[in-house]
């Protein structure tokens, strides 16, 4: 029996805005057809975290009490964002508040740079005088690959609510299409096949649709304690089940194979 493959550092953050009518909003991404890890699907933005994403943690706030794995997770998670979507969570030096929505257009030609590898985001950091706004993300999931996949990731999920004036839009690389939607509505599209959900994002969005409101949501993240979850296959004489942990905190703890590969 082989290894199982090497898991890859990813992380990603849920995006969220309050809607009047419809409680809270997440911001999702469609991904690439052409892309090998979950082609077509309804995401998060996120993505690998870089070995650039180590070195800025004298440009980030927030950081103090965290180990250097947890701020290259964080770093990560924001430089994605703002390359998948245009969301930039960060400050000017010396600034209290987040980084204007004008002034995050002008710098939209990073974005670019910075998903191609010219531009490292400790080096867009320093050229802007921008610190990381690690106090903006709320720790909200952990998620492992299942051993029996031949490629893996170790994604930390984080939760942030979206600057009014940033305009979050796909970048046309790596998301083909974006949309605002509530959890009811993403998994109502799941169940009826307008949406395409790979099974931890759908376990993540019900999740955050037992909130009422952004605010609600940050405050049941903060109170829950995040442990890993790593996917076990069990053989029964039904079929093959995929199942997580209880402690997890999810309603739903394991579900058939032949449901989850469903196209």
């Known amino acids: 029996m082989s290894e199982p493959a090497t898991t890859v550092p990813a992380a990603t953050i849920l995006m969220l805005r309050d809607n009047p009518t419809d409680g809270l909003e997440v911001f999702t991404v469609i991904r690439h057809h052409q892309i090998d890890f ?4 309804l995401v998060f933005p996120g993505g690998r975290v870089d070995a650039g994403d180590a070195e800025v943690r004298d440009h980030c706030e927030g950081a103090d009490d965290l180990d250097d794995e947890a701020c290259a997770f964080m770093a990560g998670a924001i430089r994605e964002a703002f390359e998948e979507c245009g969301i930039l969570l960060a400050r000017s030096v010396g600034e209290s508040g987040l980084v204007s929505g004008e002034r995050v257009a002008a710098l939209e030609h990073y974005r670019d740079s910075l998903h191609k590898g010219e531009t490292s985001l400790l080096q867009f950091l320093k050229q802007e005088s921008l ?15 299942p051993e029996m996949m031949p490629k893996r990731f170790d994604t930390h999920f984080y939760l942030a609510i979206a ?4 305009i979050a839009i796909h970048d046309g690389h790596e998301s083909v299409d974006s949309i605002w939607i509530s959890p009811k509505d993403a998994i ?18 019900e999740m955050l649709g037992e909130s009422s409101s952004v605010e609600n949501a940050m405050e049941m993240a903060k109170a829950r304690t995040v442990i890993p979850v790593l996917p076990q296959l069990e053989n029964r004489e039904d079929g093959e089940y995929l199942c997580i942990p209880s402690e ?3 309603k739903v703890t394991e579900s058939r194979m032949d449901d989850i590969m469903k196209p």
């Open 38 to 41: 979950a082609s077509g699907a």
């Open 131 to 145: 610190t990381l706004a690690f106090d903006h993300l709320q720790h909200f999931a952990h998620w492992i690959t």
């Open 163 to 166: 600057p009014d004036d940033h």
């Open 188 to 205: 109502e599209g799941g169940d009826n096949g307008k949406y395409t959900i790979i099974f931890p994002t759908r376990l993540n969005i």
């Open 248 to 250: 997890a905190g999810y």
